[in-house]
């Protein structure tokens, strides 16, 4: 295969990722690569790299890596993306299913909005790290939901590097801190892999609403306001869904070979 690829800049809510077609598993990244490709000075720049690849029942496989090289299990808003992306590539009509690691999902195609069925694990748990009051739930990863009174005033950071580092999270975590309003759910997201904070996470809305719901007693469909966007979990049918924008920004060539740096 040629060392000059196709790629595709999307955007979901101020998440940003890179965007290949794989669709028979032709294309192989190391953990170097995906790290070069993310990084927002020496090559594309992105929260992560996404590949869409066929699969035998399913409309299509979604392979997730995050920015630092690792391979996530779920990453919602980057499957809306992915859906916009197969839509674009002629792979999907509105309605259909794709693979991620973390299982089967659905998706519905709505005009200019992406819904995708996040996959829950378990249920909300009481946690006490860092401070009581707070939730933990896998909503396809592991997510801490912490309450605040303040959410622009909290330095989130080092919290999210604390609790991602802590004993009582071994696997690692994402860090939400959430803060009710009147009309919405405020939250604010530091994501394991890419290891700081972003400008908002599917899988955080998910473990946000759902604790929004149980303890605030909030009704569906739940709005969530990040600092890059606003999206909006729902259940129903005894699934949970993510929706929200999914854009494509650009679209160009990379030389892998030009990857590294010295």
């Known amino acids: 295969m040629s060392n000059t690829i196709d790629f595709y800049k999307y955007v979901g809510a101020g998440n940003d990722f890179v965007v290949f077609e794989s669709w028979k598993g032709e294309l192989k990244l190391a953990a170097q690569q995906i790290i070069d490709i993310c990084d927002r000075r020496f090559?594309?720049?992105?929260?992560?790299?996404?590949?869409?690849?066929?699969?035998?029942?399913?409309?299509f496989q979604m392979n997730y890596y995050n920015a630092d090289g690792s391979r996530g299990e779920m990453c919602g808003n980057g499957a809306r993306c992915l859906v916009r992306f197969a839509e674009l590539m002629g792979r999907v009509k509105s309605s259909g299913t794709f693979l991620a690691d973390d299982g089967i999902h659905h998706f519905n195609i709505q005009d200019d909005l992406i819904d995708v069925e996040i996959i829950v694990n378990g249920q909300l748990l009481d946690w006490e790290i860092p401070q009581t009051g707070c939730g933990f739930i896998d909503t396809g990863v592991p997510h801490l939901v912490i309450p605040v009174s303040d959410i622009v005033s909290e330095d989130l950071d080092p919290l999210g590097r604390e609790?991602?580092?802590?004993?009582?999270?071994?696997?690692?975590?994402?860090?939400?801190?959430?803060?009710?309003?009147?009309?919405?759910?405020?939250?604010?997201?530091?994501?394991?892999?890419?290891?700081?904070?972003?400008?908002?996470?599917?899988?955080?809305?998910?473990?946000?609403?759902?604790?929004?719901?149980?303890?605030?007693?909030?009704?569906?469909?739940?709005q969530l306001s990040f600092p890059g966007g606003d999206l909006e979990v729902d259940y129903r049918g005894d699934q949970y869904w993510l929706k929200g924008p999914a854009q494509l920004v650009f679209k160009g060539h990379l030389s892998l070979s030009r990857l590294y740096r010295n």
């Open 43 to 59: 090559g594309i720049g992105a929260d992560g790299v996404l590949l869409l690849k066929a699969h035998q029942t399913a409309d």
């Open 163 to 222: 609790m991602n580092s802590h004993a009582a999270h071994p696997q690692g975590i994402n860090v939400n801190i959430v803060e009710k309003s009147s009309e919405t759910v405020r939250v604010r997201t530091w994501e394991r892999g890419v290891n700081m904070e972003t400008l908002a996470c599917g899988t955080g809305a998910a473990a946000t609403a759902i604790f929004a719901r149980e303890k605030w007693n909030i009704e569906w469909p739940i």
